[in-house]
């Protein structure tokens, strides 16, 4: 009877640690050992190849396709680790314990997927890799892979960020929410990306694509999101709303919404996620039935205009529809009026003009950061200093020193990064023009 249960024993360990075998495949944390085995190498020395050396060694070499692909998405180079390394001790001293424990929370993981899976049953497999970057990404995806960048993802209230300049500031304040805690909604969301058709390279798709990963892993998982943009969004809907109808056109403030840290008047960036996330709740409680509701929002066809178009319409977020939106986006940019020394497509322009004075229809903000050559290229750009180009007092016009040549033809471009005070784009203008004899 002894023999009998000892070997019983032993039957249920072993079918325990196969089981555990198994959750792990699917997640792999083997970049974390490493790059702290790599790190220690590194910090031992001084010697900047030798640096290098252990880095590329006992990290990149040895790394998964995991490491590969966060290497890949977020363009890493050994330089950004090694600056990273020798530039934040205390950071990563703070950092460490944390992230040697992501295998303790692969079985929480699996559970989340397995709740996933109940919402959308067309689920297809995907894995987890826990790496460690540069701090560019706490999580992306690329195919079928969950990449996980661990010294984000893993930090806490207590990870150290005193040592980080301004571009990475945004960090304190997303340590103080503790990622680490909500390390099964971040891989649920982005498990749903792996689920998701590819993007397009719009505000709104972008947006969108984003907003269906935070809202499915809500859902999937029965809680709140814990990003705080959701709750901030939530309660102030109709501004947001409003100062996103009109950026959303011009793929140049991405940066507003999404990813980056340009500066917009809420103080709070990705709020982008927030606008996504209420798109996908409002068409989640129209819908009847749930799961098809949940399987379209996952299923977009980015590419296909009529089908996003109809799922925006159908979440009744936006104040009006988007083509109407869009008209009056486009009613409300400034354009450029006439040039002051002839008439644009003139082909016989004296080549002993100095200057060239564009007009505006509305006063910009100042800024001549929006000039650039047409198709003709940078050999039909006129000549001239840089230093005397200038603003009228009320920066409805533009002037540019020039160095004409007889016999040419030329192109000056004015493109749509002039903008006004309130950041809306001018619409592109191209200037074509010819000069004579003399």
């Not at 209230?157 to 503790?178: D, G, I, M, R, Y």
């Not at 977020?317 to 409300?332: Q, V």
Request: aromatic share 12%; glycine share 6%.
């Amino acid at each position: 009877m002894r023999k009998t249960l000892t070997l019983l024993i032993i039957v249920i360990t072993l079918t325990n640690c196969i089981n555990r075998q198994n959750l792990n495949q699917n997640v792999i944390t083997l970049d974390i050992t490493n790059w702290w085995n790599a790190y220690d190498k590194v910090t031992s020395t001084q010697d900047s190849t030798l640096q290098f050396k252990y880095l590329d060694s006992l990290y990149f070499q040895k790394g998964t396709v995991g490491l590969d692909g966060i290497r890949q998405a977020r363009n890493y180079t050994p330089e950004d680790y090694i600056n990273a390394i020798n530039n934040y001790p205390k950071f990563w001293s703070s950092i460490r314990e944390n992230t040697l424990k992501a295998n303790e929370i692969s079985s929480e993981l699996e559970d989340g997927i397995k709740k996933f899976k109940t919402i959308y049953p067309e689920l297809k497999p995907a894995k987890i890799y826990f790496t460690i970057g540069a701090f560019r990404t706490g999580g992306t995806t690329i195919d079928s892979l969950v990449l996980i960048g661990s010294e984000i993802s893993m930090a806490d209230s207590k990870t150290v960020t005193s040592e980080f300049p301004q571009n990475l500031s945004h960090l304190k304040s997303h340590f103080a929410t503790n990622p680490n805690e909500h390390l099964v909604f971040l891989n649920v969301h982005e498990y749903v990306h792996t689920q998701q058709n590819p993007r397009v390279f719009n505000i709104l798709s972008l947006t969108l694509y984003e907003g269906v990963a935070e809202f499915v892993a809500s859902k999937a998982l029965g809680v709140k999101s814990p990003n705080p943009q959701i709750e901030f969004g939530k309660k102030n809907t109709e501004r947001i709303r409003e100062v996103y109808e009109t950026e959303m056109f011009y793929p140049n403030n991405l940066y507003k919404w999404l990813d980056g840290n340009a500066p917009n008047e809420f103080g709070m960036r990705d709020l982008g996620y927030y606008v996504g996330y209420q798109i996908c709740e409002n068409y989640y409680n129209q819908a009847e039935n749930k799961t098809e509701a949940i399987k379209k929002m996952i299923e977009l066809d980015y590419s296909n205009e009529t089908e996003i178009e109809d799922f925006i319409k159908n979440a009744n977020f936006f104040s009006a529809p988007l083509e109407e939106l869009y008209k009056t986006f486009e009613r409300n940019r400034p354009t450029v009026i006439l040039i002051k020394q002839f008439e644009n497509n003139s082909q016989n322009v004296s080549p002993k003009i100095k200057e060239i004075t564009i007009e505006f229809s509305k006063p910009l903000n100042g800024q001549n950061t929006g000039v650039d050559f047409g198709d003709l290229g940078q050999d039909a750009f006129p000549k001239g200093t840089l230093n005397g180009r200038h603003w009228s007092e009320n920066n409805k016009s533009w002037t540019i020193p020039v160095e004409l040549e007889p016999n040419k033809d030329y192109q000056i471009l004015i493109s749509n990064n002039f903008r006004t005070e309130d950041d809306i784009p001018l619409k592109p203008f191209l200037i074509e023009f010819k000069t004579g004899n003399k």
